[in-house]
Structures are given as C-alpha cells and as structure tokens.
C-alpha cells in the first residue's frame, strides 16, 4: 500500500495558508499537509481514497461572532476544557456538535451551560463512566448499571428508556456502548431535555445556574467548578456580545429570582451549601446572606407545610437530614 513519500515531484513539504487539501501527486504541490503517496509522481493507488473523502479547510468564525447557530470549534472547546488534550477534545467535538442540533442547543447560551455542567460531571470528558469504591462491582449497585455517559445514566430502566429513543440495546454486555463519545454525549443530550420531564434549555436561556445544577445534581456540589466553566464559556463563545442573548453583567440570576426559589427542598440546599454547619463542598466562597435566603426561604415553605393534616406533611429526609434536622439547621442558620 502507501509509503512514506510525501506529494509532489520532490517528496518535500511546500505551503500554503488555510486553504483546502490538495490532491496527491504532482497536482498537490501546493498542498500544507503530507499525505502517505503510493510509488510514482501521480499517487494512483491513492487518488481514490483521497477523492471520495472531504478535504476542506475548518470553518472561519469572524471575530467577534457567537455560537449561536453553528457548531463550536476546536480551538473554543479546547479553551474551555482547558485541562484536557487536545485530541480528546478532538475526538469529542463530532459528538458535540451533532448533540447541540439534535437537542435544540442552538444558541450560544444553552452550549455554555451545557459545555459547564459537562464540563465539571465528565472533569471535561475524561470521565464516560462513574468510578466505583475500591471493592465494590458493578452488580453491587443501581440494580447492576451504574453511571456512564457524560450526564451519568444509572438503573437499567434509564439504561433501556434511552435505548428505545434512538433505537439501540444498552442492556447487558451492550451497557458498555454508553462509553463510545457518540453515546456517552448524545446520551447528555437527551437527559438534558427529558430528565423528569424538564427540559434544561428553558433554565440556561434564563441563566439560571442554580437550577441547571440543581436538576442535574439534585443539590450543589462543585457548583464552583460548574461557575468556572460556565463564565470561560461565556468568554469563549462571546455569550455577552451575542446580540440576540441578553444575560446583563451577573454571572448567573441571583436565588431569589431563580427557579429553586419555588422549590423547598432547593431552597435548603441553597441555604445548607452555603452554610458550613452544612457540611457540603462545592459552593466557595460560602456567603452568609445566600446562607441565610436560602433558610429563610424553606421555612417559609415549611410554615405553610405544618398548616396540612399530618399524613401530607413531608417526611423524606434530603442531603442526609431528617426534616427534625433540616427544621434545626434552618432555624439556627437564617440568625
């Protein structure tokens, strides 16, 4: 087959500047990359090979341009997975792209806080599959399917309710599918407008941070983390100077105007992640007055919840707390 000759009548490298690839042989003299030419000035044995592939240049984003409306290059994915090589990101961003058109990611906006939560679940797609304690197997736990994909899908009904979306077993040796970047991102995908029944482009086109993280993590951890990725990616993809996304100057929309402000069992955790009686990583710094609103909000919920007969009053302990302990911790934290 090929050797190593390069294109060209002399085997050497010439260049030109971002223009598409050329042919191999003596036409591709003017070609910037070397491609492995069979014996012979012409390169017979590989013009097909080269013809039926497409050889074009990356697209040209103007400066200036958001991302809203066309795929992310991957120079920004580089720049916003700043911890991952290159060729990872390299391996990805196919999936990624085709990821944000099928599920409605059109704007620059709903790619960042895809891009953060991504971002910090996968620590920037390092991760397709949840790492398990020492001594403990997969059969162990989530009735033997544990987390895998970018979004971590566990149990084995997720597993085949995915499935049947894009028709494709996940189930039994197939689990393992959710590994390959197609599935592990197009699988995030799908969990990020589908997962109990909301869709997490309505929170991100409304900048709320809080609520993205609180549907994808059910609390706050490394709500720090998510911050970070979500403010590179807004600097990345010019979320600011896009002209049909208006965000203001705040990073994200403060609790009081967020979704989990409708929510008791987010208010507390707002309250408790901010609190260091809470004993929860991942918001940093912790403020007293986010500690504070955010206890003060789920005793609101909570006067009006010692109102109902006692059989429709809450029980279900939330972040390891019994409701007697969420009562104390909100009580002492709201001073």
Same mark, same amino acid.
């Given at each position: 087959?090929?050797?190593?000759?390069?294109?060209?009548?002399?085997?050497?490298?010439?260049? &030109?500047?971002? !223009?598409?690839?050329?042919?191999?042989?003596?036409?591709?003299?003017?070609?910037?990359?070397?491609?492995? &030419?069979?014996?012979?000035?012409?390169?017979?044995?590989?013009?097909?090979? #080269?013809?039926?592939?497409?050889?074009?240049?990356?697209?040209?984003?103007?400066?200036? =341009?958001?991302?809203?409306?066309? +795929?992310?290059?991957? &120079?920004?994915?580089? *720049?916003?997975?700043?911890?991952?090589?290159?060729?990872?990101?390299?391996?990805?961003?196919?999936?990624?792209?085709?990821?944000?058109?099928?599920?409605?990611?059109?704007?620059?906006?709903?790619?960042?806080?895809?891009?953060? =939560?991504?971002?910090?679940?996968?620590?920037?797609?390092?991760?397709?599959?949840?790492?398990?304690?020492?001594?403990?197997?997969?059969? +162990?736990?989530?009735?033997?399917?544990?987390?895998?994909?970018?979004?971590?899908?566990?149990?084995?009904?997720?597993? =085949?309710?995915?499935?049947?979306?894009? $028709?494709?077993?996940?189930? &039994?040796?197939?689990?393992?599918?959710?590994?390959?970047?197609? #599935?592990?991102?197009?699988?995030?995908?799908?969990?990020?407008?589908?997962?109990?029944?909301?869709?997490? *482009?309505?929170?991100? +086109?409304?900048?709320?941070?809080?609520?993205?993280?609180?549907?994808?993590?059910?609390?706050? $951890?490394?709500?720090?983390?998510?911050?970070?990725?979500?403010?590179?990616?807004?600097?990345?993809?010019?979320?600011?100077?896009?002209?049909?996304?208006?965000?203001?100057?705040?990073?994200?929309?403060?609790?009081?105007?967020?979704?989990?402000?409708?929510?008791?069992?987010?208010?507390?955790?707002? !309250?408790?992640?901010?609190?260091?009686?809470?004993?929860?990583?991942?918001?940093? /710094?912790?403020?007293?007055?986010?500690?504070?609103?955010?206890?003060?909000?789920?005793?609101?919920?909570?006067?009006? =919840?010692?109102?109902?007969?006692?059989?429709?009053? /809450?029980?279900?302990?939330?972040?390891?707390?019994?409701?007697?302990?969420?009562?104390?911790?909100?009580?002492?934290?709201?001073?």
């Amino acid at each position: 087959m090929a050797t190593s000759r390069v294109p060209g009548t002399q085997g050497r490298f010439l260049f &030109d500047f971002y !223009g598409a690839d050329d042919a191999p042989g003596i036409f591709g003299q003017r070609g910037n990359r070397c491609y492995r &030419d069979s014996p012979g000035i012409l390169g017979v044995n590989d013009w097909a090979s #080269w013809v039926s592939t497409a050889h074009l240049p990356p697209p040209v984003v103007a400066m200036g =341009q958001c991302a809203c409306n066309r +795929d992310i290059t991957l &120079d920004e994915l580089c *720049n916003i997975y700043k911890a991952q090589k290159r060729s990872k990101c390299e391996t990805f961003l196919p999936a990624l792209n085709a990821t944000f058109k099928t599920y409605g990611m059109n704007s620059c906006l709903r790619k960042a806080h895809f891009l953060a =939560q991504v971002g910090h679940e996968s620590g920037e797609l390092t991760y397709v599959a949840e790492t398990l304690p020492k001594g403990k197997k997969e059969a +162990d736990v989530y009735d033997g399917y544990k987390g895998r994909g970018l979004l971590q899908i566990t149990y084995k009904k997720n597993y =085949q309710a995915y499935g049947k979306v894009v $028709n494709h077993d996940f189930t &039994d040796d197939h689990r393992v599918d959710l590994e390959d970047p197609k #599935w592990a991102t197009d699988s995030a995908g799908n969990y990020w407008t589908t997962h109990n029944n909301v869709d997490l *482009n309505g929170y991100a +086109d409304k900048n709320d941070l809080l609520a993205v993280t609180a549907r994808v993590n059910g609390g706050y $951890n490394g709500f720090a983390d998510r911050l970070t990725h979500l403010k590179r990616g807004f600097t990345v993809l010019k979320v600011r100077a896009c002209p049909t996304v208006k965000i203001g100057k705040e990073d994200y929309v403060e609790f009081a105007k967020s979704d989990v402000y409708a929510n008791d069992v987010y208010s507390f955790g707002w !309250g408790c992640w901010n609190d260091p009686k809470g004993g929860k990583a991942g918001v940093k /710094p912790q403020l007293p007055a986010d500690r504070k609103a955010g206890y003060a909000r789920y005793l609101e919920f909570r006067a009006l =919840q010692l109102k109902l007969p006692v059989a429709q009053q /809450p029980t279900k302990k939330h972040y390891g707390f019994t409701v007697k302990e969420m009562d104390a911790l909100a009580k002492e934290g709201v001073k």
